[in-house]
């Protein structure tokens, strides 16, 4: 027991256990052993973050920060994440099973996400408008929300971490970030350079505990200005029921079931390349996974040939390992559910080219191999289910018309991949296809300055870009009468 690490939660400034000491156990899914232990916190700890959250941004020392120190907080925040990515990298890689080399370089990145907010903090500002009325100017001001509350899955927390709290700090509101009960400890780790990088205390605060009662709590408090939530369509209508409460403002990130479109006269090296980025990335564990494949008739049997051989070589293994190219799923329950939802798609007539089962080299944790599913067609179950795992499903097609209305055949419109060499014919399925990120000839690339988010039950609001940091704030409007005259009686029509 002396080997599982202990964890603590950051409310205003401080680091806490939860009420009661109420904890759970976070498992290594490369190897099933409980390697951490995590507070679940209550729902009197939820409103003790809110209200620290509350005061930091009403009466405390936020609110009498400038927006340019603010961005100097954020510069601050970013150079440490920078020069921790090794450590964190670990963390998240042992609590999650995503590859060390991702994780590692992950952290690093979002660096560049609290850069990119840094610049902007000093740059969100009101407007003069021209009013159709005498004697009157009328100004406009952006002000902060408030208190935001961030929630997160598992999958790359730090990162999903940096895209809500940069443009919600910058814009001046103070945040509440709740890990997910999968994977705690990279957010918690994190949570050491708050103070560091200079940033008063209850202006982040960080709790973990499960969906209920912590997540409810944390959704549902009178004091939450605005829910950013990032997780499964599921969870996503309980927060919006859960916001009927507060009435805060909502954005949500949810999943996908992406398809990636290869044409004929693709460059059949770079889109195997991209398919497989694609799909056994993160072991697909990715909300942009590109889990449908649609190949077109000429290309398909040289393409399936290619796939297998390049799938069938990935390196499979211990996460923290610098060769490995595949690590596990996240949770036992993930496991399961791919194993359910492969067998099923075969009695529906789907033929399994590669994979489809846990390698029998790694009996513990919860490996899968790299899997390639031919479907009968577009009916077939895992056509349209997020699996979030190393599976890709097969659909082969003739025209140009028909894969358009193939891959919109979808409750989900996060992402999209295209391989075509024909740039006309690129522009016009980048138009025809309906998800919230199109990629053309490349896949899986984000950016702090390009928007992400989805369509349909992928969700509403976007993240990253310049329109994030307007998200985080609201418009006031101010009348100011400029004559030098009292009013006039309102009861006199001139
Ligand atoms: P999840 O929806 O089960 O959980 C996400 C978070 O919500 C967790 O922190 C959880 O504790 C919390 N939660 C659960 N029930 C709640 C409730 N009733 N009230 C408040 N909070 C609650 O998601 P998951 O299984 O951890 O992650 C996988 C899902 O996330 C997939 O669907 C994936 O596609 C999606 N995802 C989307 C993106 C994106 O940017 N679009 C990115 C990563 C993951």
């Known amino acids: 027991m002396s080997d599982v690490r202990q964890y603590q939660m950051l409310i205003d400034g401080e680091w806490i256990d939860a009420e009661g000491n109420r904890r759970f156990d976070s498992v290594n899914p490369a190897t099933g052993a409980i390697w951490a232990s995590v507070p679940d916190a209550s729902e009197r700890d939820v409103d003790r973050a809110v209200e620290a959250a509350w005061r930091a941004f009403s009466t405390g020392a936020w609110s009498k920060t400038n927006a340019t120190e603010r961005g100097r907080c954020l510069r601050r925040l ?5 020069g921790h990515s090794e450590e964190l990298g670990r963390t998240e890689t042992i609590d999650t099973g995503k590859l060390f080399k991702e994780t590692r370089w992950q952290a690093a990145y979002i660096a560049e996400y609290f850069h990119y907010y840094a610049g902007l903090a000093d740059k969100v500002h009101g407007d003069t408008l021209p009013i159709d009325k005498p004697n009157l100017m ?7 929300l408030g208190v935001v509350a961030a929630v997160v899955p598992w999958n790359s927390q730090l990162f999903l971490t940096a895209v809500k709290m940069a443009p919600a700090l910058a814009a001046g509101n103070t945040v509440v970030l709740k890990a997910s009960e999968h994977a705690s400890a990279a957010m918690l780790e994190f949570g050491q350079l708050i103070a560091e990088a200079k940033i008063p205390p209850g202006v982040v605060n960080i709790i973990s505990g499960l969906s209920e009662p912590c997540g409810r709590a944390l959704t549902s408090h009178p004091r ?21 409460e507060n009435l805060a ?16 006269d693709a460059d059949i090296d770079s ?6 980025a694609g799909i056994f990335g993160a072991s697909g564990q990715s909300c942009v996974a590109g889990s449908r494949l649609y190949l077109q008739e000429g290309i398909a049997d040289r393409f399936l040939e290619r796939l297998r051989e390049i799938a069938a070589q990935i390196r499979i293994g211990d996460p923290l390992a610098e060769h490995t190219q595949m690590g596990p799923l996240a949770t036992r329950g993930q496991l399961a559910k791919i194993e359910a939802e492969v067998a099923r798609a075969q009695t529906q007539g789907a033929t399994v080219l590669l994979g489809g089962r846990r390698p029998q080299q790694l009996a513990a944790g919860w490996f899968y191999e790299p ?36 891959a919109n055949d979808s409750v989900y419109g996060l992402a999209a991949g295209i391989f075509t060499r024909d740039s006309a014919r690129s522009l016009r399925m980048s138009k025809a296809i309906r998800a919230g990120i199109v990629w053309v000839n490349t896949y899986r690339i984000v950016s702090p300055i390009a928007q992400f988010g989805g369509f349909k039950n992928s969700g509403y609001g976007r993240e990253s870009g310049m329109q994030a940091i307007y998200d985080y704030t609201r418009v006031k409007t101010i009348w100011l009468n400029t004559s030098s005259e009292p009013m006039s009686n309102p009861f006199v029509m001139r």
């Open 78 to 82: 970013g150079d440490l994440v920078a």
């Open 138 to 144: 009328v100004l406009t001001t952006r002000e902060p």
């Open 271 to 276: 889109a195997c390349n991209g398919v497989v």
């Open 371 to 406: 899997t390639i599913i031919e479907c009968p067609d577009q009916k077939t179950t895992i056509m349209d289910t997020e699996l979030f795992g190393p599976v890709l499903s097969v659909l082969r097609f003739r025209g140009e018309e028909e894969v358009v209305s193939l």
């Open 249 to 264: 403002e909502v954005s949500l990130e949810l999943g996908g079931k992406s398809p990636v479109i290869v044409f004929d």
């Open 224 to 244: 939450v200005a605005r829910i950013s939530f990032t997780g499964g369509p599921e969870t996503a209508r309980h927060i919006v029921r859960n916001s009927a």
